[in-house]
């Protein structure tokens, strides 16, 4: 290997810190809204699921309690919090 590659820091941290932190106001303002209009999407839907639920004969209660289990799967904190105890 050459010398410069011999003394280059495999691990900037202020120039990583300093990317990140350029790029996560943009990232931000782009993530943000679509979190929102995923969880609106999420509860139409749980609102046809419900209907639907209910249309079919299944009692009012069971049909919340489906409903609930429905949007559990859309709560996106949540899933991430799971799949980062999934990894520990």
Excluded: C, W
Aim: charged share 20%.
């Amino acid at each position: 290997m050459t010398s410069k590659a011999n003394n280059a820091h495999p691990l900037d941290l202020p120039k990583i810190v300093g990317v990140i932190g350029s790029i996560a106001p943009a990232l931000m303002v782009r993530f943000i809204p679509l979190l929102f209009r995923f969880r609106q999407q999420a509860k139409k839907g749980a609102q046809i699921f419900h209907k639907q639920l209910v249309e079919m004969g299944l009692d009012a209660e069971v049909a919340q309690q489906l409903t609930t289990e429905y949007l559990a799967g859309s709560d996106l904190i949540k899933l991430l919090h799971v799949f980062s105890n999934k990894e520990e």
